[in-house]
């Protein structure tokens, strides 16, 4: 990351003069409040911050911030960020999303970010459902949850988006809870100054259309992580992944070659070198030898 | 026989180096200083199935490859059955003799020469057959033997001089070869001096035009047949100090190029028909979200994976149309591998100075042919240009101010006091998302009214001869312009009143300069390589006149034979009372 910070931060600075339009009691508020903090912990420069969403109920986020915002199609935020992040690695680049926009419509480019390892931060607000288009089931949806899609129940596993990510290639793994807005602050601070691909899935209740994985489910289901587990240790990674309990934390968190230092590393030139590289090109292809 | 144009066309399998021993030959011949125009057609699979190089020079600057072969080399049964019909009847056909049985009742001259035969026992080594063949060719033109050995010895470098020392052994052999060559009745007339000339293909010349307007940035998925533009760029995008990346998908490669153009950094991808097809809905959000972009479609037969080697220019319609809601784009199409360079960069000026998409429809004879071109002139050069915010110019920055012009001052990521959020929802002037009708329909007539500023300072189609009273004028876009040309041409020498257009802005559409055309010539014909006739349709779409269709939709590019015929048709005096005039 290679922000300068230009005053102390606050929360306030970050926020747009445009007001949330989620239902009351969306878990959307809690997780923009925990992004308020962490740019603020971070002292994030907001004119070099981009925030980058899809389609969703998650995807207005970047209205509601106070910095330059790209708000993508459909499942498109991932490429969106990168060509962003590729063309100008000087930029802070968060993305935010749901997880159909994620995990379903877009998933490949999930897969591939992950593997890629850009220096961006990807936050999946999940609440395994489709909550703008009013209640049908999403890939993180439960087995046999009934939704107006899936009548007698869905018929399908959920995806596991951490274990996912561990075994894309995503350097920095971690899940927090739209209700615990300090530890998810710290999650999201950490995933931004971490170098690489950095995703965290954050559980952000739906009271409106998930009547299932509702704020009380998740206080039941959830429990930080061991303080023991070695978050660079990949199988343990996996292994609470896949575990019957739901942990929240850092699940991994290691340090590997990112794609933009790369596409930097090779560049041996510079628009000042342009006229001379055509000519050596033309001369290249002159026809006389 | 001394010839100002010579047509020398191979044919054999696919994977054993047709294609590539005949570039090396075309290149050779170039070097000699001939004008080169190349053709080539292969196979999907990478090994296997017919493969045919067409190289014709000239001592003139030519606009087709030519129909009528003066020498064709087949190197199996396929190669020559399925290719001496196009030979002209003084022409010659050499052929592997080990490989080829010529039928007793053939009537054109031909030889054949047992190429493994000698690559084996006077060089003992049966690979380099195709040197053999190339050394049998190069005795139909003096001086080239020269510039093959040079190019031998520069494509076998890396495998060390015992392999060089063997092909240059397989090209002496060629060259000895005795037979009865008629090498004195196939003669070329010597080349004129030179001036400053390139050979390279279509991609070549389009990457090279994307470097010099300004291009910093490229995403691209792999796709025949316009994964060579990639290859170019990935190599030498970095050392202007640019990015070029293979991504997952051509949906992702649109929207990342969105996304650095965005960012500031003027962007690219390219792709082919179903590469377009699956970036419809982003080039939507382009123009909506007024971003500029660049997309190349190198055309190939369709629909869904049709031919993937084979011509067509079947994706007009895609390229115009191919978004949901009230979307435009500009489209281009460059004509030859020259113009391939100054259409690329003049995508990159309008995508920029207009804040929208531009796609560039090229098609795979022009993207993978090579041919001689003039070296492009870098000081006619201008960069692409934004019209950019100046920090603080404005309280509170509008970013889709209502403008005259319709473009308003893009501000980019870094710049303080420009806070906007790019967004395909509909937006206020400012960005923030609105529904209401007043704001849609203001919008929407900004957005539009880009369009109009380009369409009035389109420079005028270029045309071919004098439309007004013509019996015949041809209009066509893209790489038909060629053997319209040259049909034309051919035409006007026999005493036939024809002209020709061509357009090589498709959207938006130079309405005026096309209705002044139509209404000098008594026939007008649409030449398009595609069933639907898709230009004709524009056409009539947009100047309210029937126009008549020439269309070419098997996979081959049009012959000049074929435009002349139907110019000839419509020029005789039967069909003087015309629906038309």
New interface residues.
């Given amino acids: 990351m290679t922000t300068t910070p230009l005053r102390p931060s606050t929360c306030d600075q970050y926020k747009?003069q445009?007001k949330p339009t989620w239902c009351p009691g969306c878990g959307d508020f809690g997780v923009l409040k925990s992004v308020y903090a962490a740019f603020a912990q971070l002292e994030l420069d907001?004119?070099?911050?981009?925030a980058?969403s899809g389609i969703g109920c998650s995807g207005?986020l970047?209205?509601f911030i106070?910095?330059?915002?790209?708000?993508?199609?459909h499942g498109?935020a991932?490429?969106?960020?990168?060509?962003?992040k590729?063309?100008?690695p000087?930029?802070d680049v968060i993305v935010l999303g749901g997880d159909g926009d994620g995990l379903a419509i877009g998933a490949?480019?999930f897969?591939?970010a992950c593997r890629r390892n850009l220096d961006i931060t990807y936050i999946i607000l999940n609440n395994s459902i489709y909550g703008l288009t009013k209640g049908q089931a999403s890939p993180t949806s439960s087995w046999s949850m009934s939704t107006k899609t899936a009548p007698h129940g869905s018929s399908e596993q959920p995806v596991n988006p951490i274990a996912l990510a561990l075994v894309c290639g995503a350097t920095f793994v971690a899940r927090g809870f739209s209700s615990q807005n300090k530890q998810l602050a710290e999650l999201i601070a950490q995933a931004m100054a971490h170098k690489g691909f950095a995703f965290i899935e954050v559980f952000s209740p739906c009271p409106t259309f998930n009547k299932f994985n509702t704020y009380e489910y998740y206080r039941n289901e959830i429990q930080p992580l061991p303080e023991a587990h070695d978050s660079h240790n990949l199988p343990d990674a996996l292994r609470y992944a896949f575990a019957p309990e739901t942990y929240l934390g850092v699940f991994y968190n290691s340090d590997q070659a990112m794609?933009n230092e790369h596409?930097e590393r090779?560049?041996?030139?510079?628009?000042a070198?342009?006229?001379t590289?055509?000519?050596a090109?033309?001369d290249s292809?002159?026809?006389?030898? | 026989m001394t010839k100002t144009s010579f047509i020398l066309r191979i044919a054999g399998e696919s994977g054993e180096g047709v294609i590539s021993s005949s570039e090396t030959f075309s290149?050779a011949l170039?070097?000699l200083?001939y004008w080169?125009f190349t053709y080539r057609t292969f196979p999907a699979e990478i090994k296997g199935g017919p493969a045919l190089f067409q190289m014709r020079v000239a001592s003139e600057r030519l606009s087709t490859q030519g129909d009528r072969l003066d020498l064709l080399l087949a190197y199996n049964q396929h190669g020559f059955d399925h290719n001496v019909e196009d030979l002209a009847p003084s022409g010659l056909v050499v052929y592997d003799s080990e490989a080829v049985t010529v039928p007793s009742n053939f009537e054109i001259q031909a030889v054949g020469v047992p190429f493994s035969q000698i690559a084996k026992e006077e060089v003992n080594f049966p690979l380099a057959k195709n040197v053999v063949a190339l050394g049998v060719l190069a005795q139909f033109f003096p001086g080239v033997n020269a510039?093959l050995e040079?190019a031998i010895e520069k494509q076998f470098k890396r495998k060390g001089e015992v392999i060089i020392g063997k092909n240059q052994a397989a090209l002496r052999a060629g060259l000895r070869f005795g037979g009865d060559l008629p090498t004195q009745i196939l003669r070329l007339a010597s080349p004129k001096a030179?001036p400053?000339?390139?050979?390279?293909s279509g991609n070549?010349m389009i990457a090279?035009g994307a470097?010099?307007a300004?291009c910093?940035?490229y995403?691209g998925y792999p796709i025949t047949p316009a994964t060579d533009i990639m290859e170019f760029l990935a190599a030498?995008l970095?050392?202007?100090?640019?990015?070029c990346?293979q991504?997952?998908?051509e949906?992702?490669?649109v929207?990342?190029?969105?996304?650095?153009?965005?960012?500031?950094?003027p962007?690219m991808t390219a792709t082919s028909g179903p590469g377009l097809s699956l970036m419809g809905?982003?080039l939507g959000?382009a123009w909506g979200a007024e971003i500029p972009l660049v997309v190349v479609d190198s055309m190939r037969a369709g629909p869904s994976t049709g031919m993937p080697t084979k011509m067509e220019q079947s994706d007009l319609n895609l390229a115009l149309h191919g978004s949901h809601g009230d979307a435009a784009r500009v489209v281009i199409a460059p004509t030859d591998v020259e113009d391939c360079f100054w259409q690329t960069v003049r995508a990159f000026q309008l995508a920029e100075a207009y804040q929208l998409p531009v796609i560039l429809l090229a098609d795979i004879t022009l993207s993978h042919r090579t041919e001689?071109v003039i070296?492009?002139d870098?000081s006619q050069v201008t960069p692409a240009a934004r019209l950019s915010y100046a920090t603080g110019s404005e309280k509170p920055y509008l970013r889709y101010a209502l403008t005259r012009s319709g473009v308003s001052p893009m501000a980019i990521?870094?710049?303080?006091g420009a806070?906007?959020?790019?967004?395909?929802?509909e937006h206020t002037p400012s960005d923030?998302?609105c529904y209401t009708p007043e704001n849609h329909e203001a919008q929407t007539e900004k957005r539009f009214r880009k369009l109009e500023q380009i369409r009035a300072a389109l420079p005028a189609p270029e045309i071919l001869g004098n439309p007004e009273r013509a019996d015949v004028g041809l209009l066509t876009w893209g790489t038909a312009w060629g053997p319209v040309q040259e049909a034309v041409k051919l035409a006007q020498a026999r005493g036939h009143s024809v002209s020709a257009m061509v357009l090589r802005t498709l959207n938006p559409f130079p309405t005026e300069a096309v209705q002044d055309y139509l209404r000098g010539v008594r026939w007008a014909i649409a030449v398009e390589g595609n069933f639907q006739g898709q230009f004709a349709q524009l056409i009539q779409a947009y100047t309210y006149r029937e126009v008549d269709k020439l269309r070419a939709y098997g996979g081959v590019p049009f012959s000049v034979q074929q435009i002349l015929e139907t110019i000839q048709a419509h020029c005789q005096p039967t069909l003087s009372v015309s629906r038309c005039s």
């Fill in positions: 747009s445009v907001p004119d070099n911050l981009v980058v207005r970047p209205f106070d910095a330059y915002g790209f708000h993508a199609l498109r991932l490429p969106a960020a990168t060509g962003i590729l063309a100008r000087d930029l490949g480019h897969v591939n794609l596409t090779i560049k041996t030139g510079t628009s070198d342009l006229e590289r055509l000519n090109l033309f292809f002159a026809a006389a030898s | 290149r170039a070097k200083g080169l510039f040079q030179q400053s000339r390139l050979v390279l070549q090279l470097i010099a300004g910093r940035a995403f030498e970095p050392k202007v100090g640019g990015v990346q991504v997952e998908d949906i992702s490669a929207m990342m190029a969105v996304g650095a153009s965005y960012a500031g950094v962007a809905e982003t959000y001689s070296r492009p870098l990521p870094g710049q303080a806070h906007y959020v790019a967004s395909g929802l923030s998302p």
